[in-house]
């Protein structure tokens, strides 16, 4: 029985992860939750956004599965998704977009994995005013060891899930300096695996190549800001960000999460849809090596898709909501 911190979240929050708890149950994961406070919720409750307790909880068991946090617009706290990933160093965030029966969507055969790196670049958060209210500048932050350890993560997933590209994505005609760099170690990096086609793309030129034919990108790799522009360009791709998923991966720890918003406006009505935050805890399953329960689960949530369109919530195309999504995920587990 592996122990896992669960942090339910914000507004939406709490009901996807209870579905989500639901059906990991079923499927039969061996899971003991562990459930703890982050966000806007425990701000008002205690002062801070993560409290002590909970950074002491992902401390000693090194996994979470979180649910969608509040993180307020221009003022307040720092993000506590950032603030997580960077406490951990868990410098590799890993989107995959893959195309869902019956998800409504322009593009079919998409199935894509971007590699964002996810402790440096512009979102270190370092600015400062040069001239008060008129002049301001924020410090990307590029390193060739972090680099080196984001692309090396690309290249071992391409390896060892038999895919067969990865592009690398920067601006290094223009920020030669920083996404330089990162594009030098790309190059170093692919030597070591002639086995897989490597390309790099510059960032503009790779956003329209996403909408012209997204179906020729395998494994994507990038900087932080990069990453997390075309990591949501390619959940559009999909259907959106309420069915694709997200893992943040260290060398010691992990935490997988709905990277979609917390959705106040809806909290409460059962009309939250859970597939993302579903599809994160599959990618936590294949982190435990509980693979059989991942693929029970991923078989059942198809099913429903596809012959069930009915019971899944407003968002996807359904007339059922939160509830009875779930029990049919549920159900399908049985057969």
């Not at 979102?123 to 390193?143: F, L, M, P, R």
């Not at 690309?154 to 990162?182: C, M, P, Q, W």
């Not at 195309?317 to 049985?334: H, P, Q, R, V």
């Given at each position: 029985?592996?122990?896992?911190?669960?942090?339910?979240?914000?507004?939406?929050?709490?009901?996807?992860?209870?579905?989500?708890?639901?059906?990991?149950?079923?499927?039969?994961?061996?899971?003991?939750?562990?459930?703890?406070?982050?966000?806007?919720?425990?701000?008002?409750?205690?002062?801070?956004?993560?409290?002590?307790?909970?950074?002491?909880?992902?401390?000693?068991?090194?996994?979470?599965?979180?649910?969608?946090?509040?993180?307020?617009?221009?003022?307040?706290?720092?993000?506590?998704?950032?603030?997580?990933?960077?406490?951990?160093?868990?410098?590799?965030?890993?989107?995959?977009?893959?195309?869902?029966?019956?998800?409504?969507?322009?593009?079919?055969?998409?199935?894509?994995?971007?590699?964002?790196?996810?402790?440096?670049?512009?979102?270190?958060?370092?600015?400062?005013?040069?001239?008060?209210?008129?002049?301001?500048?924020?410090?990307?932050?590029?390193?060739?060891?972090?680099?080196?350890?984001?692309?090396?993560?690309?290249?071992?997933?391409?390896?060892?899930?038999?895919?067969?590209?990865?592009?690398?994505?920067?601006?290094?005609?223009?920020?030669?300096?920083?996404?330089?760099?990162?594009?030098?170690?790309?190059?170093?990096?692919?030597?070591?695996?002639?086995?897989?086609?490597?390309?790099?793309?510059?960032?503009?030129?790779?956003?329209?190549?996403?909408?012209?034919?997204?179906?020729?990108?395998?494994?994507?790799?990038?900087?932080?800001?990069?990453?997390?522009?075309?990591?949501?360009?390619?959940?559009?791709?999909?259907?959106?960000?309420?069915?694709?998923?997200?893992?943040?991966?260290?060398?010691?720890?992990?935490?997988?999460?709905?990277?979609?918003?917390?959705?106040?406006?809806?909290?409460?009505?059962?009309?939250?849809?859970?597939?993302?935050?579903?599809f994160s805890a599959m990618m936590m399953l294949d982190y435990l090596d509980q693979k059989n329960v991942m693929y029970r689960i991923l078989s059942a949530l198809y099913r429903v898709l596809q012959d069930q369109k009915y019971v899944c919530t407003p968002d996807i195309?359904?007339?059922?909501?939160?509830?009875?999504?779930?029990?049919?995920?549920?159900?399908?587990?049985?057969?």
């Open positions: 029985m592996q122990d896992i911190v669960l942090i339910p979240g914000d507004g939406i929050g709490p009901e996807i992860t209870s579905s989500v708890t639901k059906i990991l149950r079923v499927a039969g994961a061996e899971i003991n939750w562990i459930e703890c406070k982050a966000g806007e919720g425990a701000f008002k409750e205690t002062g801070t956004p993560i409290p002590q307790e909970t950074l002491d909880l992902i401390n000693k068991h090194r996994i979470v599965l979180k649910g969608p946090l509040t993180t307020p617009v221009g003022s307040g706290f720092k993000s506590v998704n950032v603030s997580l990933r960077q406490e951990f160093d868990l410098y590799s965030n890993i989107r995959p977009a893959k195309s869902l029966p019956n998800i409504d969507s322009p593009y079919r055969n998409v199935d894509m994995i971007t590699f964002r790196e996810n402790t440096q670049g512009l979102y270190i958060g370092k600015e400062q005013w040069i001239d008060q209210d008129e002049h301001a500048e924020s410090i990307a932050v590029v390193t060739r060891n972090a680099s080196r350890r984001i692309i090396k993560a690309a290249f071992e997933y391409a390896k060892s899930h038999d895919r067969k590209k990865v592009t690398l994505v920067h601006k290094a005609n223009i920020l030669k300096l920083t996404t330089g760099l990162f594009l030098e170690v790309g190059r170093e990096v692919a030597k070591e695996y002639p086995e897989i086609e490597f390309q790099d793309l510059i960032v503009d030129n790779m956003a329209m190549q996403m909408v012209l034919n997204p179906q020729q990108f395998d494994i994507i790799v990038t900087t932080n800001l990069f990453g997390d522009i075309l990591s949501d360009l390619a959940s559009g791709l999909v259907g959106g960000l309420g069915v694709t998923g997200a893992a943040n991966i260290g060398d010691d720890a992990a935490m997988f999460e709905a990277v979609h918003g917390s959705a106040p406006d809806i909290a409460g009505k059962s009309l939250a849809n859970p597939t993302a935050l579903l195309g359904g007339s059922g909501n939160t509830i009875t999504y779930t029990e049919a995920i549920c159900a399908a587990l049985k057969y």
